[in-house]
């Protein structure tokens, strides 16, 4: 992968960036995305903002050697603090972390979003938490999908800020839209994951100190993706 072929999961994240966008890209790592957008047109500036010395260096020499430095900026900030108010940003993009870690970079830098931007968002897990928190702060889900890339499933979430918006607890766990459309990918996933957790069901039952409310959640689960799958 690279500035000029993005990985699979990566150009179906792009595909949801609107056209004209101003993008910021937090956890940016080699800045990508943002270079790739742009080579193709389709956003007019982006922020690309990385916690850590290394990736941040390493995006500052993509951005340098394909000398968009007027159009890209990257900022070495933590989560949303990369957004500062003068750059007019409409849409923010976070990949390749944990669920609970997208979640937690998006409650702490609330600030600094004005909630006009469209959120695209590729958990790697921790999808359920990060779901709620999208309800809770009035953000509807107006595109998700199951990628299945490299043995694991990526799940890419695009949400907007509307008003109130209600998910079950179902919803909130499968996914609304994942839950209606019920895709080849979105079944395998699944499929596989009902495994994983009648396996920890029996690895319970041996273990004999599990806390029930543990051994309650995992049964639930299962119930839901037994119903689910049919």
């Given at each position: 992968?690279n500035?000029h072929?993005?990985?699979?999961?990566?150009?179906q994240?792009?595909?949801?960036?609107?056209v004209?966008?101003?993008?910021?890209?937090?956890?940016?790592?080699?800045?990508?995305?943002p270079v790739?957008?742009?080579h193709?047109?389709?956003?007019?500036?982006?922020v690309?903002?990385?916690?850590?010395?290394?990736?941040f260096h390493?995006?500052?020499?993509?951005?340098?050697?394909?000398?968009?430095?007027?159009?890209?900026?990257?900022?070495?900030?933590?989560g949303?603090a990369?957004?500062e108010?003068?750059?007019?940003?409409?849409?923010?993009?976070?990949?390749?972390?944990?669920?609970?870690t997208?979640?937690?970079?998006?409650?702490?830098?609330?600030a600094?979003?004005?909630?006009?931007?469209?959120?695209?968002?590729?958990?790697?897990?921790?999808?359920?938490?990060?779901?709620?928190?999208?309800?809770e702060?009035?953000?509807?889900i107006?595109?998700?999908?199951?990628?299945?890339?490299?043995?694991?499933?990526y799940?890419?979430?695009?949400?907007?800020?509307s008003?109130?918006?209600?998910?079950?607890?179902e919803q909130?766990?499968?996914?609304?839209l994942?839950?209606?459309?019920?895709?080849p990918?979105?079944?395998?996933?699944?499929?596989?994951?009902?495994r994983?957790?009648?396996?920890?069901?029996?690895?319970?039952?041996q273990?004999?100190?599990v806390?029930?409310?543990?051994?309650?959640?995992?049964?639930?689960?299962?119930?839901?993706?037994?119903?689910?799958?049919?």
């Open positions: 992968m500035q072929t993005l990985s699979r999961r990566l150009a994240v792009a595909a949801h960036v609107p004209g966008a101003r993008l910021a890209d937090i956890g940016s790592d080699h800045a990508y995305l790739a957008l742009m193709q047109g389709v956003i007019t500036a982006a690309a903002g990385e916690v850590a010395l290394t990736p390493a995006a500052e020499r993509t951005v340098r050697e394909n000398d968009l430095q007027a159009q890209i900026t990257v900022r070495l900030a933590n949303l990369a957004i108010p003068g750059d007019g940003i409409t849409a923010v993009s976070l990949c390749g972390m944990g669920g609970e997208i979640r937690d970079i998006l409650d702490s830098g609330k600094r979003l004005n909630g006009q931007e469209r959120l695209i968002l590729q958990p790697n897990g921790g999808e359920q938490p990060l779901r709620q928190w999208l309800m702060n009035h953000y509807r107006l595109f998700e999908e199951v990628l299945h890339e490299n043995r694991f499933d799940e890419i979430i695009v949400a907007e800020r008003g109130p918006v209600v998910y079950s607890a909130l766990y499968f996914g609304p994942q839950m209606q459309a019920c895709s990918a979105f079944i395998a996933k699944w499929q596989r994951t009902l994983r957790k009648q396996t920890t069901l029996v690895q319970f039952q273990a004999h100190a806390p029930e409310q543990k051994v309650q959640d995992v049964t639930r689960q299962v119930q839901w993706i037994t119903q689910l799958l049919g």
